[in-house]
């Protein structure tokens, strides 16, 4: 399914979902694509989601990252009849910071398909390549700083991440806060994944 997603920021964000074929049983998987080349898409993963969902049942929903791919509108804040493209090379440490309301947009997206008995969000992975390795590790800080009440759940959702040669810093962007943090290093589940071709991630 084509999405039309929209960040609490205003961005509108294209992706693509991959509904699960197992009822609750289904996990749901946010993939994020690589943001070290301006020209990375959410396409690079469609085959693996697609594979994911016809092999194993799971849900899978791949965003075009803000700035990337049709990802590239945000609305004007003085004139919401008209958009401001986003340019990823004029990226400083906020925006990469402001990439965790992406994943807030799939979420809430998932949450839908959750209430439908749909998927288990309860069970949300999130994958992340370079840049974006950093912004899934913050924003499963996030998700789990979240405080639900007796009503709502809200948050602690995310129980695992897959990390694709993450690096540890970009532009002033770094995973060291993240890294830190007890539920990073003692809760969730967290796969580590770095070809040896390439010696600066390995």
Known sequence: ENLALETTDGVLLSAKYFPGTKGKNAVPIIMLHSMINKTSTGAIYYKLASDIQKYMGHAVIVPDLRGHGASNKRRN?????????????????????????????????????????ELNIEKLCVIGSDVSAIVALHWAVYDWSQQ?????????????LILLTPVSSHKGFTAQQALNHIVIQRTLSIMILAGKLDTKYY
Do not use: H, W, Y
């Not at 440490?93 to 398909?113: P, S, W």
């Not at 639900?148 to 695992?160: F, M």
């Open 77 to 117: 804040p003085r004139d919401p009849n008209s958009n401001i493209t986003i340019d990823p090379d004029k990226f400083t440490k906020a925006e990469f910071v402001t990439v965790g309301k992406d994943i807030e947009a799939c979420k809430r997206f998932l949450m839908v398909k959750n209430n439908k008995g």
């Open 148 to 160: 639900s009440n007796v009503l709502i759940k809200n948050g602690q959702d995310v129980k695992s």
